[in-house]
């Protein structure tokens, strides 16, 4: 399953990456307030825009899940993000493996911009998302496409409130 999400800020590209996407204050600010996550564990982050970053995180964030996605993933899932960024390309690359049956779910994604201006870009995260559990996997594919779409509008609600009191 494939999903595509878009969102328009108010911030050069620079500012973006830098001031936003790998401010570990922002991080922080982001996952435990503006995605309400139980804990964020920065696990490694290294390098900067202009020559590469590494980093990983784990978080937990909370969910809502259907009782048949909670009877095979359980009544909490943490999350360890693995990612990198293409100073040449400004691509970030990423990698999501959950606590839960990380053999059979596999969620792969990437953060690009598109410039609109000096000062606005439109943010793209193309995400896939491949679960491979007989009998409930597209319902698990559905769960966390949705979910991930939900967390990642309340990620631009969160981001464009900080631009707006912080820039």
Same mark, same amino acid.
């Given at each position: 399953m494939k999903e595509v999400i878009k969102c &328009? %800020? +108010? &911030?050069?590209? =620079? #500012?973006?990456?830098?001031s936003l996407y790998f401010n570990e204050a922002f991080v922080r600010a982001l996952h435990l307030e503006g995605l309400n996550c139980s804990d964020l564990e920065i696990i490694h982050w290294g390098g900067t825009v202009e020559t590469g970053i590494e980093r990983a995180f784990r978080s937990t964030p909370q969910i809502e899940a259907p009782d048949s996605v909670k009877k095979v993933l359980g009544e909490s899932v943490s999350y360890t993000e693995e990612g990198s960024? #293409? +100073? /040449? =390309?400004? @691509?970030?690359? %990423? *990698?999501v493996i959950p606590s839960a049956m990380p053999n059979k779910i596999k969620i792969r994604g990437s953060?690009?911009? /598109? *410039? @609109?201006?000096e000062s606005e870009v439109e943010r793209v995260c193309e995400l896939s998302i491949d679960v491979k559990v007989f009998g409930i996997g597209k319902l698990i594919e559905q769960f966390i496409a949705r $979910?991930? &779409?939900?967390?990642? @509008? @309340? $990620? #631009? *609600?969160? =981001?464009?409130?900080? &631009?707006n009191n912080n820039f």
């Open positions: &328009v %800020f +108010p &911030v050069s590209s =620079t #500012d973006y990456w830098k960024f #293409d +100073p /040449k =390309t400004q @691509r970030y690359s %990423f *990698e953060y690009w911009l /598109k *410039e @609109r201006s $979910a991930f &779409v939900d967390n990642q @509008r @309340r $990620a #631009d *609600e969160f =981001t464009l409130h900080w &631009v």
